[in-house]
């Protein structure tokens, strides 16, 4: 199994573009988990799926993130308007349900917003 | 309230020798596991260790053990003959059951970078 994939490794926009983060979880895995990690903040949950529906968004910052997971082997996390605080690794990882191990991260987006 | 806490923002330790980190948790779910990861300076998260809230006796995987002292709601992670590639942020993190709010999600505490030096 390839893990968890995770697209682009980095990127560089300018503030006010739209950003798009890619990530593909293992298969079979039924939960799957957007984490953001800033020096400030450490490690942020976002949003996670359980079988492709949203159970918790709350810890989107705000309207300009959105999320979705349209089947079961792709999820978006779209950035639109960037700005730069939003500047960031984020984190995709996956895991199946009850799965003690399961929990197993991508490499991460390094995103810079200038 | 924090549900993981790691005091130590940095540790230093020489090589081969043994280290202790820090974790204590908050939870009042009887079910619930415990885990360990690594982020070495390339950014990855690697999982190291699980301690599930009834295992009987403490997890261990080749030089990493977790002191799980129940009563105490501490999570120790236990790095024994340090390597200097053990240089990296080490962070603890509590999953509670799969149900209500708290479904399958993972808590994390802030991290502890351990430096290794020869």
């Known amino acids: 199994d390839a893990g968890v994939i995770q697209s682009p490794r980095h990127e560089v926009t300018e503030m006010g573009q739209e950003v798009t983060l890619r990530c593909k979880p293992i298969s079979g895995h039924d939960y799957l988990f957007w984490y953001r990690q800033t020096m400030m903040r450490g490690l942020e949950l976002l949003i996670y799926f359980n079988n492709n529906v949203p159970i918790d968004d709350s810890g989107m910052p705000e309207d300009r993130f959105s999320a979705k997971m349209p089947n079961a082997s792709f999820s978006t996390l779209k950035i639109q308007p960037s700005e730069p605080r939003d500047s960031a690794v984020y984190f995709c990882a996956s895991r199946a349900q009850g799965g003690a191990y399961g929990y197993t991260f991508g490499s991460g987006t390094r995103l810079t917003v200038v | 309230a924090q549900k993981i806490t790691q005091t130590q923002p940095g540790m230093f330790v020489q090589e081969k020798e043994a280290v202790t980190l820090d974790c204590t948790y908050d939870t009042s779910d009887p079910s619930y596991g415990l885990f360990w990861y690594k982020q070495p300076s390339s950014g990855e998260m690697i999982f190291l260790i699980y301690?599930?809230?009834?295992?009987?006796q403490n997890a261990t995987e080749g030089r990493y053990s977790l002191n799980f002292q129940k009563a105490r709601k501490s999570a120790n992670l236990v790095i024994s003959a340090s390597q200097l590639g053990d240089s990296a942020m080490y962070f603890c993190?509590?999953?509670?059951?799969?149900?209500?709010?708290?479904?399958?999600?993972?808590?994390f505490g802030r991290g502890t970078q351990l430096t290794v030096w020869p």
């Open positions: 301690q599930g809230s009834y295992d009987q």
């Open positions: 993190a509590m999953r509670e059951a799969d149900r209500g709010s708290t479904l399958g999600r993972l808590y």
